[in-house]
């Protein structure tokens, strides 16, 4: 809209409500506004051609408070070293809980969709994971460099599985971030770090703190046990070239990579228990918040968090401020994602029987409350590296499968004229192989979000409606072969097989 017509647009509404447009104090107009408002009829909108619905949802977010973030100047110091010299290091274990917490939280609602800079990495002790040394502080060292390798194994994930879109998840990472140990030397870690705060509990002169201790150590059993389940189910990253863009992840190394469910159901089972527990000790054990805190809101009550940390990353446009999810709402949420892992692992294997079983099996998982990582998990699980289910499996003994199930054609029984006619055979292949495509496509699908689910699901039944026609030249087909062969009743149906997967 140009200046004139802004300008214009304001004098006219000015003289209607007969406000001094030039005066410099702020006027009140909250009541009239109210009033005028009680006059419009139901569905009434007045509006302006030059003044759009879109402009005016711009008008409405560029008021809202949230739109402010970045433009309020910042002078104290914020990082590792300003923390540490608050106390961070000298922190009680309640406190230690609830920094464990909160980054769980913001771990949470970087899933969401949101920005690493202003979730996760709000924690100082995350965004320099090198410089937080075990033997300074074990239990933040756990934090650090477990949520390094944890964050680089779900953004591996979620980018290989390609099932997100921008509103599903952030993967940008806006500056490089490096841990001194692998994945192994963490994993070792935190269960020394475990087994030392278990036996610290159990000693009768930390019997009053026993709770909370327990408590922390599960977070960090948690965190172990959640990269070992992933490590279960998705392919390793290949050994990183000295060259290599740091914000960039290495390739999978898929090849030959089956998942192991079997060890995965017990490390997910145990994944479970644990974080069915989080809510209540956390609320119950960890530090409460201070006085004339209501929420948990950003968690800049804790010395750990520093929320303007990354400005400087940020757009340089009207970014939002993100509100982290409380805890009320994201260790719940933690618990969601370990059941629904349990649920791939234990129930995968029991709707593998044809393709329709596994349309299924995908299809409910996604409508069940699923997230993008459940759903990318999935998507790794059944397909590592290619069209090989489970990495073993052909998609296309699946559809066969289901073929014979629905309609049991002779062209896919041995020693039946169809079956022995190399025509046939090749009418039937070609309808199998197109069937197969169209079947991955489906199965792809389920990992997006439901919106986008239904988006993509059209140009799927477009498709389908091809292998219909295509079922029905194959039908024509193996007519045509069987007429000759009087002795052999037939009866083809792979028309209707086409029309039945189309519903």
């Not at 006027?27 to 619905?53: H, M, N, P």
């Not at 197109?434 to 792809?444: K, P």
């Amino acid at each position: 809209m140009a200046n004139s017509q802004l300008r214009e647009l304001l004098d006219k509404g000015t003289r209607k409500f007969d406000l001094p447009f030039d005066n410099e104090e702020p006027i009140d107009i909250t009541e009239r506004f109210f009033e005028d408002c009680s006059k419009l009829a139901l569905g009434e909108v007045v509006r302006y051609d030059s003044f759009t619905l879109g402009e005016a949802m711009s008008a409405v977010e560029l008021m809202d408070e949230k739109m402010d973030i970045g433009m309020k100047r910042v002078t104290r110091q914020m990082g590792l070293d300003e923390s540490r010299s608050m106390g961070l290091y000298e922190s009680n274990y309640a406190e230690q809980l609830t920094i464990y917490d909160g980054t769980l939280c913001s771990f949470v609602t970087w899933l969401e969709g949101s920005c690493i800079g202003q979730t996760l990495w709000t924690n100082v002790l995350l965004t320099e994971p090198d410089r937080v040394l075990y033997e300074e502080h074990p239990v933040f060292a756990c934090l650090a460099h477990g949520f390094f390798h944890i964050v680089m194994l779900v953004k591996s994930v979620i980018q290989n599985a390609s099932v997100y879109e921008e509103e599903d998840f952030n993967p940008h990472l806006p500056f490089p971030c490096n841990s001194r140990y692998s994945l192994h030397e963490v994993l070792q870690l935190m269960k020394d770090v475990e087994l030392e705060l278990v036996s610290k509990a159990e000693k009768p002169d930390h019997a009053s703190l026993k709770v909370v201790i327990l408590s922390l150590s599960s977070r960090i059993a948690f965190m172990r046990l959640f990269l070992v389940t992933i490590t279960h189910l998705v392919p390793p990253r290949r050994v990183e070239c000295p060259d290599q863009d740091p914000l960039q992840l290495p390739p999978l190394d898929a090849v030959g990579f089956i998942a192991n469910l079997d060890a995965a159901a017990g490390t997910s089972s145990k994944l479970m228990f644990l974080s069915s527990k989080f809510l209540e000790t956390s609320l119950n054990e960890g530090a409460p918040r201070p006085e004339g805190v209501e929420q948990d809101g950003d968690f800049s009550w804790l010395v750990a968090f520093e929320p303007e940390y990354n400005r400087k990353y940020l757009p340089s446009t009207f970014p939002r401020k993100i509100e982290i999810l409380p805890r009320e709402k994201a260790l719940p949420h933690l618990h969601r994602i370990a059941c629904k892992i349990h649920f791939i692992v234990t129930q995968l294997p029991n709707n593998l029987l044809d393709s329709a079983s596994l349309v299924e099996f995908m299809k409910w998982f996604s409508y069940d409350d699923s997230c993008v990582l459940t759903r990318s998990i999935l998507q790794m699980v059944v397909y590592p590296l290619d069209d090989n289910v489970l990495g073993t499996q052909p998609t296309a003994l699946l559809v066969e499968r289901s073929i014979r199930n629905m309609v049991f054609p002779l062209a896919l029984v041995p020693h039946t004229p169809l079956y022995d006619n190399e025509e046939c055979r090749k009418v039937v292949e070609d309808f199998t192989m197109n069937t197969t495509r169209v079947m991955l496509s489906l199965y792809q699908n389920f990992g997006f979000n439901l919106a986008r689910q239904r988006d993509k699901l059209v140009v799927i039944m477009e498709e389908m409606n091809e292998l219909h026609e295509d079922a029905c030249r194959a039908d024509a087909v193996c007519r045509q072969i069987v007429s000759v062969h009087n002795k052999w009743v037939f009866f083809l149906k792979m028309g209707n097989f086409g029309n039945k997967e189309e519903l």
